[in-house]
């Protein structure tokens, strides 16, 4: 039997062959080097190698793979600790029949990886409540980002959300903050972004428009408030989905993110050493009509940091469905 997947914003970029890994039950790296020979594995229509890169809305057939009676499953929920299931549930901002959307803490992966054992995405049957379907995550947060995350509750919910980021009718927030003060106080980034690997860790790195390996990105920003012109809270809007998109933006606009280690800016004294990025809102095309907007109250970290500054925090609205 062959399957075919359709892939969705949190997977953009993504290596073929992991995509695969995590989304065939049972398929090995072997497997995967010795259908991709044969041809059996497609991106398209069309033969592909394991290290090419996804882009949203490629279409991806592979063949399916029975696992041996033997092979213990993936995922059971069994082995997660009641407390931890608890800390789940706690952080649903909202449920309904197709969408669950949480906040997220900073520190947790969206999903797994090398080295990274526990993530979002292996803790997802434990938010089946009454429905058949495990829930699929519909877009993905930087393990250290935290905020608003999107799940779809099935199939269907899951593509017709899958349309809808491929679309402009998504719009994504951010609140960040950053060590310095842009020149001009609000504007558009649009800087062509490429994935490069550096000791063994994958980064995004200006590239310029000629390259073939570079993807488009674009990121509008605004600040908010600035203490001096040391730092400033400032509010971003992707209009890609390219990875760590607004962390390699921040840099290049000479404003990294406080806590950012990997793209210029470690720590200041009497800041939390953490990554100071937060998904504050998610406005979308509910699956079942209307468009809904969640808001995720900031981390601790950053909320000190903020209150620190003498900054002004908004409080944090109610979710919000529209016709």
Do not use: C
């Not at 089946?128 to 995550?137: A, D, I, S, Y």
């Not at 899958?162 to 504007?187: H, I, N, Q, S």
């Not at 509008?220 to 001096?228: I, N």
């Not at 990025?277 to 406005?283: I, N, P, Q, T």
Request: no cysteine.
């Amino acid at each position: 039997m062959t399957l075919t997947f359709e892939v969705p914003e949190a997977e953009t970029g993504t290596r073929l062959d992991r995509f695969l890994r995590r989304n065939v039950e049972g398929l090995t790296q072997a497997h995967i080097q010795k259908f991709l020979r044969a041809g059996k594995i497609r991106v398209n229509g069309a033969k592909a190698e394991a290290n090419t890169r996804l882009a949203l809305g490629d279409s991806v057939t592979a063949p399916e793979i029975t696992p041996p009676k033997e092979m213990p499953k993936v995922r059971q929920v069994m082995t997660m600790d009641p407390h931890m299931i608890r800390d789940l549930e706690a952080m649903i901002l909202y449920r309904d029949d197709s969408v669950i959307v949480l906040n997220k803490p900073a520190g947790l992966a969206s999903q797994g990886g090398s080295g990274i054992t526990v993530h979002l995405d292996g803790m997802l049957d434990a938010l089946r409540f009454e429905g058949t379907e495990r829930p699929k995550l519909v877009h993905r947060l930087d393990r250290d980002t935290s905020g608003v995350l999107l799940l779809a509750r099935g199939v269907k919910p899951a593509s017709k959300l899958a349309t809808a980021f491929r679309g402009r009718d998504v719009e994504k927030t951010y609140w960040a903050l950053v060590w310095g003060v842009p020149d001009v106080l609000e504007g558009r980034i649009d800087l062509p972004l490429v994935r490069v690997e550096v000791s063994g860790m994958s980064r995004s790195e200006p590239a310029s428009r000629k390259d073939p390996e570079a993807l488009k990105a674009v990121t509008g920003y605004r600040v908010v408030e600035y203490a001096g012109k040391k730092f400033a809270w400032m509010e971003l809007q992707p209009q890609t989905g390219r990875m760590h998109q607004l962390r390699a933006h921040m840099l290049a606009l000479g404003t990294p993110i406080l806590g950012d280690a990997a793209y210029g800016q470690a720590f200041a004294d009497g800041f939390a050493p953490q990554l100071h990025l937060h998904a504050r809102r998610l406005s979308f095309p509910h699956p079942d009509g209307g468009f809904l907007t969640v808001e995720a109250p900031l981390p601790k970290h950053m909320r000190d940091s903020f209150l620190h500054l003498g900054f002004t925090i908004p409080e944090t609205m109610k979710p919000k469905r529209t016709p």
